[in-house]
C-alpha cells in the first residue's frame, strides 16, 4: 500500500508542472496588469519601475522558474489587483469554498443515493418516474439559471433566506465558519442547493443504473433462491456492489464541486476562491489565477488518490489481484 501510494505522487508530480505551465503560460500573455495597477495618468518611468519591481522584464521561463520555486514553498507572490500575497488570500476565502462544497456534496449524497436506490428498485412507480423528471431537469438547467430561480422563489418572493453573501461567520484561529450562526446557515442554504443539484442527478441515474444492472445478475437470483429476504437481497448485496463506480464519480465530482464553484459563487456573491478567480481576471491578476488553478489540479490529484485508496476498502477483489502477483 505505501508504494502503491508513492508511486500515484509520483505520478502526479508531472501532471502538477503541466498544469502550471499551462495556466502560467495562459494567463502570462492575458491583459496588462501593470497598466490596470497604474490607472490612466502613470510615465513611462513609472511603468518602467513597476515592471522591474514585479519581475515582468525577465524572460518568461525565468519568470516560471521563479513561480514553480515559489510555489513549491505555499508561496504565490503579490496580488497585482490587490498587492497582498496571494496565499493569504486564498487562505482567507478557501474556509467559504470549503464549507459550500462540503455542504452540496453532502446534499448530493444524501438525496442521491437514495433517490437512485429507490428507482431503480421500483422502476415503475409514480414517485419513480417523478424522480426521473427531476433528475432530467436538473441535468439540463444550467447553474446559474437553478439559482436565479432559487433567489426569485426564496428571497425574493418568499423572502425566507437571504440572496447574497454568507451571513454572519465565527473565526476559528485561521479558519472561519458560519455553521455557528443562524444567518451564516441561512445564508448557506440557496448557493449549496445550487451547487448541489447536478451532481445530485448525476449520483442518483448513476446509483439507478448501477443498482438496476447487478439486480440482473446470476448471484441475486442465487440469493433470491435461497430465500433471503429483499432487504439483505438489496443492501446487502445489491447496493454494496454499485459503491465503487458511486464512490468514483463521487469523488470526482467533489472535486469538480470546488473547481466550478466559479458561477454558484459569482451569483450569490459568495466570498468563495471562485469569486477571487473573476475578480482577478477581470484585473489580469495573474498570480492569483495561477495559483487557484494549480490549488483545483492538487484537489484533483489528491481525491483521485484517495478514490484508489478506497477500492482497496471497498472491493476486496482488488485485494486479491494485488496480493496475487
Not at 481525491?303 to 485508496?309: A, P
Request: a positive charge; one cysteine or more.
Amino acid at each position: 500500500m505505501f508504494a502503491f501510494v508513492i508511486s500515484r505522487l509520483l505520478q502526479a508530480i508531472p501532471v502538477m508542472l503541466a498544469v502550471s505551465f499551462i495556466s502560467f503560460a495562459m494567463f502570462t500573455y492575458v491583459g496588462d496588469p501593470v497598466a490596470i495597477m497604474l490607472g490612466q495618468d502613470f510615465t513611462e518611468a513609472q511603468r518602467a519601475a513597476l515592471v522591474a519591481e514585479l519581475g515582468l522584464d525577465q524572460p518568461f521561463f525565468v519568470q516560471f522558474l521563479k513561480f514553480i520555486g515559489n510555489a513549491v514553498q505555499g508561496e504565490f507572490g503579490l496580488s497585482y489587483r490587490l498587492s497582498r500575497p496571494v496565499a493569504e488570500l486564498i487562505a482567507e476565502r478557501a474556509p467559504a469554498t470549503l464549507e459550500l462544497a462540503l455542504c452540496a456534496a453532502v446534499i448530493a449524497m444524501a438525496v442521491g443515493v437514495p433517490m437512485g436506490v429507490y428507482t431503480g428498485l421500483y422502476r415503475h412507480s409514480i414517485l419513480s418516474r417523478f424522480f426521473l423528471t427531476f433528475s432530467l431537469i436538473g441535468v439540463s438547467l444550467p447553474t446559474f439559471l437553478i439559482g436565479i430561480l432559487l433567489i426569485l422563489i426564496f428571497a425574493v418572493a418568499l423572502g425566507w433566506l437571504p440572496s447574497f453573501g454568507r451571513g454572519d461567520v465565527v473565526r476559528l484561529g485561521w479558519w472561519t465558519t458560519g455553521f455557528l450562526t443562524v444567518s451564516g446557515l441561512k445564508a448557506l442554504i440557496l448557493p449549496a442547493i445550487t451547487l448541489g443539484v447536478f451532481q445530485l442527478t448525476l449520483i442518483m441515474r448513476l446509483v439507478r443504473a448501477e443498482m438496476m444492472e447487478v439486480l440482473r445478475t446470476d448471484y441475486i437470483k442465487f440469493a433470491r433462491a435461497r430465500g433471503l429476504s429483499n432487504r439483505a437481497i438489496n443492501f446487502g448485496h445489491a447496493l454494496k456492489n454499485t459503491l465503487v463506480p458511486v464512490i468514483t464519480i463521487a469523488g470526482l465530482q467533489l472535486g469538480a464541486i470546488i473547481a466550478f464553484a466559479i458561477v454558484t459563487e459569482t451569483v450569490f456573491q459568495w466570498p468563495g476562491m471562485g469569486l477571487l478567480f473573476i475578480q482577478s481576471v477581470g484585473a489580469a491578476d495573474v498570480p492569483v489565477m495561477a495559483a487557484y488553478l494549480m490549488l483545483i489540479a492538487l484537489v484533483f490529484v489528491t481525491i483521485n488518490l484517495i478514490v484508489d485508496l478506497l477500492y482497496y476498502a471497498v472491493d476486496p477483489r482488488l485485494r486479491i489481484g494485488k496480493g496475487a502477483h
